[in-house]
């Protein structure tokens, strides 16, 4: 898992001017009738608008680029001389679009004042990463592997760039009385079922 870094201030003028338009770029699937972010990665990683204002085409490549975009640190080509082994130790060989679902949780930070977003990517989804439980956007309950051959069902009680703090909740009471402990961040699965804990 590769954690992106970006200026709040530069993803906040690409969903300014995404919610500014009336017309979008198209994803894999076809036509697009909402704002987005589409994360880019080939010359540099960035993020840039879906919106189509007449300035800008509906061909998305990865070669173009402009210093407007959001770019990730220590990936832009206009200001980082190793920006290619650093998009490398990312993504590998992997370059293309991610059109995204973030919008309304990157707009959630940004109101709450945070000065920077943070993107984990797998290399083939995008997500919200945060550095404490209290910017969690959902509350959710996470399997965790046991070491015993299965799952633990956790809450998440703080993380970081790293790791997590979690909880054993709606499991048998003796483990659900353990401490919390600290697992890997790429451990924790979010449970769909909702009714779990």
Same mark, same amino acid.
């Given at each position: 898992?590769?954690?992106?870094?970006?200026?709040?201030?530069?993803?906040?003028? /690409?969903?300014?001017?995404?919610?500014?338009?009336?017309?979008?770029?198209?994803?894999? #699937?076809?036509?697009?009738?909402?704002?987005?972010?589409?994360? %880019?990665?080939? #010359?540099?990683?960035?993020?840039?608008?879906?919106?189509?204002?007449?300035?800008?085409? +509906? %061909?998305?490549?990865?070669?173009?680029?402009?210093?407007?975009?959001?770019? =990730?640190?220590? %990936?832009?080509?206009?200001? !980082?001389?190793?920006?290619?082994?650093?998009? /490398?130790? =990312?993504?590998?060989?992997?370059?293309?679009?991610?059109?995204?679902?973030?919008?309304?949780?990157?707009?959630?930070? %940004?109101?709450?004042? /945070?000065?920077?977003?943070?993107?984990?990517?797998?290399?083939?989804?995008?997500?919200?990463?945060? +550095?404490?439980?209290? !910017?969690?956007?959902? !509350?959710?309950?996470?399997?965790?592997?046991?070491?015993?051959?299965?799952?633990?069902?956790?809450?998440?009680?703080?993380?970081?760039?790293?790791?997590?703090?979690?909880? #054993?909740?709606?499991?048998?009471? !003796?483990?659900?009385?353990? /401490?919390?402990?600290?697992?890997?961040?790429? =451990?924790?699965?979010?449970?769909?079922?909702?009714?779990?804990?």
């Amino acid at each position: 898992m590769a954690i992106l870094k970006f200026s709040a201030t530069a993803v906040a003028a /690409q969903i300014t001017h995404a919610r500014s338009c009336s017309t979008f770029l198209p994803n894999w #699937n076809g036509p697009v009738d909402k704002p987005a972010l589409i994360l %880019i990665v080939g #010359n540099g990683v960035h993020l840039r608008s879906n919106g189509i204002d007449g300035s800008t085409t +509906r %061909i998305v490549t990865t070669e173009q680029y402009d210093p407007s975009f959001a770019f =990730a640190n220590g %990936i832009n080509p206009f200001r !980082d001389s190793d920006w290619m082994a650093q998009r /490398q130790m =990312a993504f590998r060989d992997l370059t293309g679009q991610f059109y995204t679902d973030i919008l309304d949780d990157v707009q959630t930070l %940004i109101d709450r004042g /945070q000065g920077a977003i943070r993107l984990a990517t797998d290399g083939h989804s995008v997500r919200v990463f945060v +550095r404490c439980a209290s !910017d969690f956007l959902i !509350d959710g309950t996470y399997e965790v592997p046991s070491g015993l051959g299965g799952t633990f069902r956790v809450i998440l009680k703080d993380a970081c760039d790293t790791f997590a703090i979690v909880q #054993n909740c709606g499991n048998c009471e !003796d483990f659900d009385a353990m /401490q919390p402990y600290r697992v890997p961040l790429d =451990a924790l699965m979010e449970l769909e079922d909702r009714r779990a804990a």
